[in-house]
């Protein structure tokens, strides 16, 4: 009977976490993968050098400049780079291709960075040199499982929740003692990942509910919080 028992949570436990299971590829030719991987390094490149410049912009109180200086502050938070990379991966045909494309992003955005402080401000902000070298390298890896949490299944949605629940600690603080709205533009990049994912309601309650969780750990443990 318990052997029963242990071979139903072991067969259970291998397809909810059976990772081949939960999305499949499709084939990829070399001129999408020059197309996606092009466009990919030309937005990196681009927001890159518009974070570097925005991060230059003081707000003397004049409404072109506030805007210009709000967007320096939202591009210098890791919410908005979250959701790019996740809109990467999620639409790519591939694990693989997820892995190179958002790589590739990185790098462009890094480059892009690189590129201002050379030509434009002849500065390099070490804190932001340091966290984009770290994204170029760490994203690619993450991108893994950022791909396959748009596949089926219970696991699939849990490996959604991670990258979800990073956005919510973004945007709300909360601990047994508390709870806060820290900003709202990252609440709002939750909602439209939960809306990209387009799941059933109850897989969507799940998936929030889970976020929920994770967002509070990360809290809890001082993780990502500013």
Same mark, same amino acid.
């Given at each position: 009977m318990l052997k029963e028992r242990l071979d139903i949570q072991e067969d259970v436990m291998s397809k909810l976490w059976n990772i081949q299971q939960l999305r499949s590829g499709q084939p990829e030719s070399r001129?999408?993968?020059l197309r996606f991987g092009l466009i990919s390094g030309l937005s990196g490149l681009v927001l890159g050098f518009a974070a570097a410049f925005?991060?230059?912009?003081?707000?003397?109180?004049?409404i072109w400049l506030s805007i210009l200086s709000w967007l320096g502050e939202f591009f210098s938070r890791p919410g908005i780079w979250v959701f790019a990379?996740?809109? #990467?991966?999620?639409?790519?045909?591939?694990?693989?291709?997820?892995?190179r494309q958002v790589g590739?992003?990185?790098?462009?955005?890094?480059?892009?960075? #690189?590129?201002?402080?050379?030509?434009?401000?002849?500065?390099?902000?070490?804190?932001?040199? #340091?966290?984009?070298?770290?994204?170029?390298?760490?994203?690619?890896? #993450?991108?893994?499982p950022a791909w396959y949490s748009k596949g089926e299944g219970t696991a699939a949605v849990l490996i959604a929740s991670l990258f979800a629940g990073l956005l919510l600690q973004q945007s709300i603080g909360m601990s047994l003692q508390f709870f806060y709205f820290k900003?709202?533009?990252?609440?709002?990049?939750?909602?439209?990942?939960?809306?990209?994912?387009?799941r059933p309601l109850k897989q969507t309650l799940l998936l929030a509910g889970a976020s929920v969780v994770v967002a509070f750990l990360l809290e809890s443990f001082g993780l990502f919080v500013e």
């Open positions: 001129k999408d993968m925005l991060e230059t912009v003081i707000d003397d109180g004049g990379a996740m809109l #990467l991966a999620i639409f790519s045909k591939s694990s693989t291709a997820a892995m590739i992003f990185f790098a462009g955005r890094l480059l892009g960075y #690189l590129l201002y402080g050379l030509a434009v401000s002849g500065d390099f902000s070490g804190e932001f040199l #340091l966290t984009g070298l770290l994204a170029a390298l760490l994203a690619p890896v #993450l991108a893994i900003h709202l533009e990252e609440l709002i990049l939750f909602l439209l990942l939960l809306i990209v994912y387009r």
